[in-house]
């Protein structure tokens, strides 16, 4: 037997070897089985929405009826206009944007700036302060009520807005977010070496922390945006309908001995709209932002 026929088997499984990391770095393809999937993963996500929005295009009278409506109607527009009248949206929609906005860029920022130290700064009993944040988690907020209107009635600030923001400005979860992704994402070789090269610790933040977190930072800003937008508890509590966030002034639609349930629908529409429309624009940049962070990380 030859040298050749001894190694053929080797070299076969070499080429079969071969063939599979090619293989592995090829686009995979989706089957038709993945299409509809996603199709009725789609159209029970979106249900809800088009409910919604067909509910608001019809009567109260109309929806009362069996069995219900299942295309829009006419009265969309006059239902909205309704809406913001009785609730007075107008006033409610600009709250909304100053508290979720300025709810959003305190909790990025600061969560940025501690999760960043929990990740790669040491420093005394950072293990138990990092257990402590994460127990805070824990809590129900509902406890916190009470104690909160107390402090902030203290403060003067009743019915003000920054009753509603100050509590907010950072939480644990952004912290612990950005910490689990700064482990991962920030090497801690880019950091020695800005030192290295005399940048203060505001530079190495600036030009090093904040560049690698934009990805977290993006989905971070989403998810804080949305629950500050959405928030109805605290709010409701600490504001009047005087001066409303869309959730409180949306409450107002619901009272009365017969409320109409599609002028109800109009409102929570018109209270919606703005989170799709900050999606649409900006959901491609978040989207790709987490792309290139899984590719990094």
């Known amino acids: 037997m030859t040298t050749s026929e001894l190694t053929l088997p080797q070299s076969r499984k070499e080429g079969r070897r071969t063939r599979r990391v090619m293989g592995a770095g090829k686009q995979l393809h989706a089957g038709p089985m993945t299409y509809i999937v996603l199709a009725v993963f789609a159209l029970v996500s979106l249900a809800p929405l088009v409910w919604t929005a067909i509910a608001a295009s019809r009567t109260d009278r109309r929806l009362?009826?069996?069995p219900p409506p299942l295309w829009f109607g006419?009265?969309?527009?006059?239902?909205?206009?309704?809406?913001?009248?009785?609730?007075?949206?107008?006033?409610?929609?600009?709250?909304?944007?100053?508290?979720?906005?300025?709810?959003?860029?305190?909790?990025?920022?600061?969560?940025?700036l501690a999760g960043f130290a929990f990740a790669k700064l040491r420093f005394r009993f950072s293990g138990f302060l990092l257990l402590l944040t994460i127990g805070t988690m824990m809590i129900?907020?509902?406890?916190?009520?009470?104690?909160?209107?107390?402090?902030?009635?203290?403060?003067?600030?009743?019915?003000?807005?920054?009753?509603?923001?100050?509590?907010?400005?950072?939480?644990?979860?952004?912290?612990?977010?950005?910490?689990?992704?700064?482990?991962?994402?920030?090497?801690?070789e880019l950091i020695e070496a800005a030192?290295?090269?005399?940048?203060?610790?505001?530079?190495?933040?600036?030009?090093?922390?904040?560049?690698?977190?934009?990805?977290?930072?993006?989905?971070?800003?989403?998810?804080?945006?949305?629950?500050?937008?959405?928030?109805?508890?605290?709010?409701?509590?600490?504001?009047?309908?005087?001066n409303p966030t869309v959730q409180v002034a949306l409450n107002s639609l619901g009272t009365g001995y017969v409320p109409d349930q599609a002028v109800i629908?109009?409102?929570?529409?018109?209270?919606?709209?703005?989170?799709?429309i900050a999606f649409l624009l900006f959901g491609k940049q978040i989207v790709g932002g987490i792309m290139q962070g899984a590719i990094k990380g």
């Open 195 to 242: 030192r290295v090269d005399g940048a203060s610790s505001i530079r190495v933040v600036w030009h090093v922390v904040f560049p690698a977190a934009r990805p977290a930072m993006a989905v971070l800003g989403l998810l804080t945006f949305v629950f500050a937008w959405n928030d109805f508890l605290w709010p409701i509590i600490a504001l009047n309908q005087q």
């Open 265 to 276: 629908m109009a409102g929570a529409l018109l209270g919606t709209l703005p989170l799709l």
């Open 64 to 66: 009362a009826e069996t």
């Open 140 to 188: 129900p907020p509902q406890l916190a009520v009470v104690p909160l209107y107390l402090w902030m009635a203290d403060l003067g600030w009743s019915n003000q807005l920054q009753t509603v923001i100050l509590p907010t400005l950072v939480t644990a979860f952004g912290t612990f977010f950005m910490r689990q992704y700064l482990v991962q994402a920030l090497p801690t």
């Open 74 to 112: 006419g009265n969309l527009f006059k239902n909205m206009q309704t809406a913001w009248d009785e609730a007075g949206l107008g006033t409610a929609m600009l709250n909304s944007v100053v508290v979720a906005g300025a709810i959003t860029v305190s909790t990025v920022l600061f969560s940025t």
